[in-house]
Structure formats: structure tokens, C-alpha cells
């Protein structure tokens, strides 16, 4: 009955009204026209990203997505940052592991502007040397910020010891001191691999008509050459279960990762797991690690748990940050949980509260232009189609207990977890 | 620039009191079914008695800890129940309040906000736990980062009188001995209806909330005494030079920064805050600013550099600078280099051109922010409690579109003087 009412609640309004255009060349964008605000974001990305670096030119693919914007066409880099400037543009590139991705935000009135502008970073970037060289300083003095930084320190080492000889074992940003092999040409070669129409997906929310939009995506992404050339990235399964690694840091409080083999986006039992990891330890002020962790214990400030499914790996990742001393008993706190969790599964009511929570707030996803297009844009990259936002509420509401157990089982039976603490733990 | 008729919708913003003095503001959005709920309150850290840093942050803690009609736990696990989002946070000069819920449920959330208004009730253990929860926040957030300690101390020097000078956390060895009296004694100083902005910004109109506030917040009586005032110090002139230094063997990236006090929109004569506003911006707001070009396109000095002002203090505000060093170059050539850049704003005005280009930005800000109902609401909430009116955001742009070039120049001699500044260094202890 609740659930059926929630339901109702929580459409979000704007996202219903998502059409798939289509341009004169092929290439599809999903859109929300909407008029409220006189502005336009568009959210795209190409897969592929970092995981696409070269063996031995780790953090190319990240500096590619900084240069993109440092000087294109006709205009060097501060003449291109003038230009954005001038009408108030904001157009980002973000190198993630599975993609770059790009974000365009502007007022509706400077679109034919901001798509110029868009366009020639796409097809003219200029890679000047001065520009490569003052980015990859820039990228050093963000690395050494992080030699002192617990939680920067812990994630790098969680992905190396998890995926050792895979791209996903690399940091995104590079590695300190190895930055001779970023070369121009190195830039230019990744460039004209990755950025093609056959892994582009665009979505986009604002006061445009359909009809004007097909022709400023057509004119800005059509000239892309039509296939990208990824290397063959394979699936891998984490590894180093089991073990427990020390970062040493002499600060008074650690940072505490662990990870355990995850779930596929892609799998049919996604879904019990999202609601699984959300009775657990998933983003509200009730989840079981919450309670016993900060509520009841008072170990730490923060303590989460949450699904990280990639395109060639997936884990399960929990953690916190907790005084030295106390390192021991938030670890065995958080481990009692998911072996509890297993072993008496979660209760009716606990089920119920989740889907309660999860149904109902998922219109707040929906609120901004750019919050729509990063949903729609996400839809698409995962293949849940576009009647997905009207779909999904009601795949929570159909999740078991029977279904949770089971995909207990699966994550946390076997699991023996990797576990990575920066600073200096006692009683580990 | 076609920016004209910015604030769109502020002619639908709407505000007005309650008999028991609460303020309400309703910020309407008909976009998505969803509403922000806020309740802010006029105090923050720096009305923490002295000796008692951190209770007003300590306090927003202990606020989730339940009251007699919604005890312990109850009130976030309606509002999870609801599919809501919630938080709370603490500045210096406010606190607030908010949840995120489907329009439906907007009274609910009321109900349980004004509920623990005046309804707090502290017993038992979890006061204490509560506690060990914030001193680990101060582990997270400063005592292991040593960036940030340096922004403490540079702050605590700038400051030497004023509250803007201890952390909104709190000193680590008072927050060690902070007690439930010391919260419930703020508590009932602070925490009252006519001390209270309620914002509401989402599908609604005035009409709902208007009822809705009615009947919840209606009910909540205002205290006899006379509402709480704040009787801030004000900051003596201080002549020495001051520089701070923080070292610590973990700093592979030095830095070096320094802050001003300058005024901020409440202590302002005249334009002086907005002419602030550009100024930050030319300075230091974007890469086609003066210290980026400056200091890391032209010489090369620096990586990255940008400038800050904290414009919405309740009291004297903060101007800022930094600049993280390229390799190899001594944060003393830094400082000349930005000595030199802050010069030419004093001796030359800035060019037509750039100043109108930060105008763009500045205000386009504001239409950004009209995409986002939680984003507005802040606004709101932040200009209400430092000294600001509703009209004061709607007259924003018409301000910034009003300076020139030579009120830019007035503000950087008057407040941007060689000296005057605490400057701030991060280095790798020997």
C-alpha cells in the first residue's frame, strides 16, 4: 500500500518529458525542453577514459581532458578562457576511469556561441607545449598535495593491490615524476582514438526547441570520425583478498577502506544489492554502519558503504575515518555488520523502510538542469532505456527478501576483504 | 549582454512573518514535485560564549538526538521513511536545517522541525558519543591536514579580537569538555521562533506554506524575554606585520596565502562590497584573472593562484589571496610577485573590457543559480542572516552592473595596503 502510494510521489516530473532526437548524420541526444530558467546544460561523454592509457603513459587520458579546453582553433589558452568568459560559458572536461566526459552549461541566448566554442575543442585542440607543460606542473603540485592525504593515499592503494597489471590498478592523474612520456604527440594519437561518434552519448535539458538543438549538436559533433579505436580492456576480478595494507601517515586519525567483489550494473541482481547496501550502509541517517559506527559508538564522524560497478571490475567499498587508537574496533564494528547482514539477512521492516526511502527520494535527482542531464546521460551509457525513470521505481518496490538474501550470499558469504588503512592504526 | 531581466522569478519570491516573529520566505519552482525545507537560525559560531567553542556546531549535533513527542532516532527515520534527504550545518554567523522531500510532505517535515525548535530533550550516553563524533570531524577535517591548520592559524592571527578568529568546530581541548548544560543553555537562548527564518523553495505556493507554516510553526510561543541580540567585539587596528608559518614534515607542496579584512555587504559604506566583489574576481576569479595570467602564464611562479572574499559576514569581512609555487621558486618571490599584481590595481584602474567580462560572470552566477531550488534557498538564508533583506538579492545584479572601473581602484587602495595583510606559509618542516 505504501509503497504503491510513494510510487506516485516520486516521479520526477521533468524527466517523463525526455525525447530521443535524432540528427540528419545519426547521432542521437536525449532532451528535456524546458523554458523555466533561460539556460541549457548539456551533459556527454565518450567512453573509454583512463582505462584507455597507454602501459606507459599513465595519466594521458587525464591530462587530455584538462588540455581540451587550454586553447583550440584560432585561440590560444587564455584567448579561449576570454572567449567562455565573455558570455559567461562554462564547458568542463572530466577523465574518469571508463570515460571522459564533458559539460557545457550556458544561457540559452549564447548557445550558438558556446557550441563554436565547444566544437573547436573537439576538432582543434591545440596542445601548444606551453600549455601541455603548465597543466602537468599543475597535475604534479595536485599529487603531492595528495602524499599527505589520508583518504587520497588509501584509494590509490585499494585500486592498486585490487587490480594489479590492469588499467584500473593506474591512477587516473598519473604518477609522480613519470610524466616524460605525456608527450604532444602521445595527446594527439589519444585524442583522435577516443573521441569519435561511435562511443559518444549526449543528453540535455533547457529552453531550446528539438529542431534547434539537431542542428547545433549535427554541426558541433557530425565531423567526429565515426569510430573511436579503444584497446581492448578486460574484465577483472579484484584481487589481493584477504589482504590488510598500512599507508603510514604520522596524523592522529586514519582513513579505513575495504573492498570486496562487487556486482555488475548489467547483473539482474543489481538491484537487491543497491537495496541491500543501502540497509547497510548506503546515503541516509539510518543505514546499520550509521547506528553502530557513529550513533552508538561515536568512532567516527563518517561511515559508508556503497556499490561501485565499472565497466570492467566491480566492488563493494565501505569505510571511515576514525582516531588511531579506535582503528581496531571500528574495522571489527564494520565487519560484525556484514557478517551480520549475511547471516541474519535484513528484516521485513528493514525492506520496507529502504524501499520507502529510495522510491520516494528519486525525484530529488531530477531538481537541477544539470542533475536531469547526468541522470539521462547515465541511462543511456548503462542501456536502461529512456523509459527507464519510469521503470525504476517500481524494480525497487519488487525487491524480496528472498532476493536480498540471496545476493547476501553472493556478496559477502565467500568474501574475504581487502582492507587499507592510512595513517598510523593501533590494534589493527 | 541580454542579462537583463536576470532575476526572472523574484517577483514570485515571496516573504512575510508569523505573529510569533518567524520569518518566512517561499521561493517558488514548479520544475520537479520536490521541495527544500530550511530553517535557519541567527547564530552561529561566533555567538559561542567564550570557553565554549563549538557548542553552536556541537548543538546542530545534538539536535538530531530527539525530543519528548519524537524521541531518540525518530526524526530522521520519518524523514528517511519520507524519501527525504537531510543535513545541518553551522557557520560562523548562522545555523541551519533542511530536508529534501516530495511536495506532499512538506508538513510532515515542518511538524518534525518545529517540533525540536524548542522540544530538544538531552539524556543519557548519547550526548557524550555525540562528542567523540565532532572530535573526530576536527581529526578529519584539520588535525590531519596540514593546509588547513595553516587556514586556522591565519585566521586566529587576522582575527585577534573577533569570534571569525577560533574555528566554527571549535577548539580541540574545548570541545573535549563541552556539556549537555553548555548545549541546552545556547539551546534555549537561541533556538525560538523569532529568532528562526523558515525558507521553503519548490512546488508550492505561498498560500500552502503559508498555512502549513500556520499550523506548525504557528504553534511554537515566543519566549517574554526580548529576542536574542548579537553583540559582537569589533577588531582593533593592528600595525605589525604579521606572517604565519606552519611546517610539518608531510608537505610535499608548499603554498603561500594571506588575507585582509575588509568589509563585507552588512558593515559596507556605500558600493564598497560589490566594487569587493569585482575586484576578487579580476583579481583572482577565473584563469583570464590578473594573478593567474601574472603569476602562472607570464612568469611562471606559480601553478595556480586565485583570490577569495568572504562578502556575506555578518561583521568585518575577508579578502584573499593564494598562490601554490612551481617548482623551485621560494614562496618570498611568490609574495613580491603578488605585491607587484595588487600594486598595479591600486596605481591604474582596471580596463573596460575585463570588468565588464567579470560583470558577466558575477551575474550569470546568478541565473545559474536559478536552476537550483536548494542553491536559491542558501542564498536566501545566508543574505537574511547576515545583516541582508529578500529585496537586497533581487537588487544583486543592478549593483554589480553598477560599479566602475575607478570604485575597483578606491577599494584596492583602501583595503589591499602593503602591510596590512596576515600572510600564510606552508612548508615542508626541515
Known amino acids: 500500500m505504501i509503497a504503491a502510494r510513494t510510487l506516485e510521489q516520486g516521479s520526477p516530473r521533468a524527466s517523463s518529458r525526455a525525447v530521443e532526437l535524432t540528427t540528419p548524420s545519426g547521432i ?99 596542445f601548444d607545449q606551453d600549455a601541455i607543460d603548465r597543466v602537468k606542473a599543475q597535475v604534479s603540485a595536485a599529487l603531492k598535495r595528495e602524499e599527505s592525504d589520508p583518504s587520497a593515499r588509501a584509494r590509490e592503494t585499494l585500486y592498486r593491490k585490487a587490480f594489479p597489471s590492469h588499467p584500473y590498478g593506474n591512477p587516473v592523474e598519473g ?46 559533433f557530425a565531423d567526429l570520425p565515426e569510430k573511436a579505436s579503444l584497446i581492448e580492456v578486460p574484465r577483472i576480478e579484484m584481487a589481493a583478498a584477504g589482504e590488510r595494507e598500512v599507508i603510514d601517515l604520522d596524523i592522529p586519525q586514519s582513513t579505513l577502506l575495504l573492498a570486496l567483489p562487487g556486482i555488475y550494473r548489467a547483473d539482474p541482481d543489481y538491484m537487491p544489492a543497491m537495496v541491500l547496501n543501502h540497509i547497510l550502509g548506503g546515503g541516509s541517517f539510518t543505514s546499520r554502519l550509521w547506528t553502530e559506527v557513529r550513533e552508538k559508538r561515536g568512532l567516527a564522524y563518517s561511515v559508508w558503504s556503497t556499490l561501485a560497478p565499472r565497466q570492467h571490475a566491480a566492488l563493494f567499498l565501505a569505510g571511515t575515518a576514525t582516531s588511531n587508537e579506535r582503528v581496531g574496533e571500528s574495522l571489527s564494528v564494520i565487519l560484525s555488520e556484514i557478517e551480520k547482514i549475511v547471516s541474519g539477512g535484513a528484516s521485513a521492516e528493514e525492506l520496507e523502510k529502504a524501499r520507502r526511502y529510495l522510491v520516494g527520494s528519486y525525484a530529488l535527482r531530477f531538481d537541477t538542469s544539470r542533475k536531469i542531464a547526468g541522470q539521462l546521460l547515465e541511462i543511456q551509457i548503462e542501456n536502461l532505456g529512456i523509459d527507464y525513470i519510469d521503470r525504476r521505481n517500481n524494480e525497487v518496490a519488487a525487491v524480496t527478501l528472498a532476493d ?20 598510523r592504526p593501533e590494534n589493527l | 549582454m541580454g542579462l537583463k531581466g536576470v532575476m526572472t522569478q523574484s517577483s ?86 533542511y530536508q529534501r522531500v516530495a511536495k506532499e510532505n512538506l508538513s510532515q517535515v515542518m511538524a518534525l522541525e518545529a517540533d525540536r525548535m524548542t522540544g530538544l530533550v538531552l539524556e543519557g550516553p548519547e550526548v557524550l558519543s555525540e562528542r567523540d563524533v565532532v572530535i573526530e570531524e576536527r581529526k578529519m577535517r584539520t588535525d590531519s591536514d596540514p593546509a588547513a591548520q595553516l587556514q586556522e592559524s591565519l585566521a586566529a592571527t587576522l582575527y585577534v579580537h573577533h569570534p571569525y578568529g577560533t574555528p566554527v568546530i571549535g577548539w580541540g581541548h574545548e570541545i573535549e569538555a563541552l556539556s549537555r548544560e553548555d548545549a541546552l543553555d545556547y539551546y534555549r537562548r537561541f533556538y525560538r521562533p523569532d529568532n528562526a527564518i523558515l525558507i521553503v523553495a519548490g512546488d ?30 569589533k577588531e582593533p587596528v593592528i600595525k605589525a606585520r604579521r606572517l604565519v608559518t606552519l611546517g610539518d614534515e608531510k608537505v610535499e607542496q608548499p603554498m603561500s596565502q594571506r588575507a585582509y579584512l575588509v568589509p563585507s555587504h552588512a558593515t559596507a559604506q556605500g558600493n564598497e562590497a560589490f566594487a569587493l566583489e569585482l575586484l576578487s574576481q579580476i583579481l583572482g576569479g577565473s584563469q583570464t584573472s590578473r594573478l593567474y595570467k601574472s603569476l602562472v602564464l607570464d612568469v611562471g611562479l606559480a601553478v595556480s593562484a586565485g583570490a577569495w572574499y568572504w562578502n556575506d559576514a555578518l561583521d568585518i569581512g575577508q579578502f584573499g589571496v593564494y598562490a601554490v609555487p612551481a617548482e623551485g621558486v621560494a614562496l618570498e618571490a611568490l609574495d613580491a610577485a603578488v605585491d607587484g599584481v595588487l600594486a598595479r590595481f591600486r596605481d591604474e584602474p582596471v580596463d573596460a573590457r ?28 545566508a543574505t537574511l542572516t547576515t545583516g541582508g533583506k529578500v529585496e537586497d538579492v533581487a537588487r544583486w545584479p543592478d549593483e554589480i552592473r553598477k560599479v566602475d572601473a575607478a570604485a575597483v581602484q578606491v577599494a584596492a587602495k583602501k583595503y589591499l595596503k602593503p602591510g596590512t595583510a596576515v600572510i600564510g606559509h606552508l612548508v615542508k618542516a626541515a
Request: aromatic content about 8%; overall charge negative.
Open chain 2, 354 to 381: 575585463e570588468l565588464e567580462r567579470a560583470k558577466t560572470r558575477l551575474i550569470a552566477d546568478m541565473v545559474y543559480a536559478q536552476d537550483s531550488q536548494t542553491h536559491l534557498a542558501r542564498i536566501y538564508g
Open chain 2, 12 to 97: 514570485s519570491i515571496s516573504h512575510f512573518s508569523l505573529a510569533n516573529g518567524l520569518d518566512v520566505v517561499v521561493i517558488p519552482d514548479r520544475r520537479a514535485p520536490v521541495v527544500t525545507h530550511m530553517v535557519y537560525y541567527r547564530n552561529g559560531a561566533a555567538d559561542d560564549p567564550v570557553g565554549k567553542s563549538g557548542i553552536a556546531h556541537f548543538l546542530e549535533h545534538l539536535m538530531f538526538k530527539g525530543t519528548e513527542k519524537n524521541p531518540k532516532g525518530v526524526f530522521s527515520e520519518i524523514v528517511a521513511d519520507l524519501g527525504g534527504q537531510e543535513n545541518a550545518f553551522t557557520s560562523y554567523d548562522y545555523t541551519a536545517y
Open chain 1, 404 to 423: 536480498m538474501n540471496r545476493v547476501g550470499e553472493r556478496l559477502f558469504r565467500q568474501g574475504k576483504p581487502l582492507v587499507v588503512v592510512a595513517g
Open chain 2, 204 to 233: 508550492v505556493t505561498e498560500e500552502d506554506v503559508r498555512a502549513l507554516a500556520e499550523d506548525n510553526y504557528g504553534k511554537v510561543e515566543r519566549p517574554d524575554n526580548q529576542t536574542p541580540a548579537r553583540a559582537r567585539v
Open chain 1, 28 to 126: 542521437r541526444i536525449w532532451h528535456v525542453e524546458d523554458y523555466t530558467v533561460p539556460l541549457l546544460s548539456l551533459e556527454f561523454a565518450f567512453m573509454g577514459g583512463a582505462a584507455q592509457d597507454p602501459v606507459e603513459a599513465c595519466g594521458l587520458t587525464n591530462l587530455l581532458a584538462i588540455l581540451l579546453d587550454e586553447g583550440a582553433g584560432p585561440l590560444a589558452s587564455s584567448d579561449f578562457h576570454e572567449a567562455l568568459e565573455e558570455r559567461a560559458i562554462e564547458l568542463q572536461f572530466d577523465a574518469g576511469r571508463d570515460r571522459l566526459e564533458g559539460s557545457l552549461r550556458t544561457l540559452s541566448e549564447n548557445a550558438d556561441r558556446a557550441f563554436e566554442l565547444l566544437a573547436l575543442t573537439l576538432h582543434q585542440p591545440r
Open chain 1, 175 to 220: 604518477r609522480l615524476g613519470q610524466f616524460d612520456t605525456l608527450t604532444r604527440e602521445a595527446l594527439k594519437g589519444l585524442h583522435k582514438r577516443l573521441m569519435a561518434r561511435s562511443n559518444l552519448f549526449l543528453a540535455s535539458v533547457g529552453a531550446i526547441a528539438p529542431q534547434a538543438l539537431i542542428t547545433l549538436i549535427e554541426r558541433t
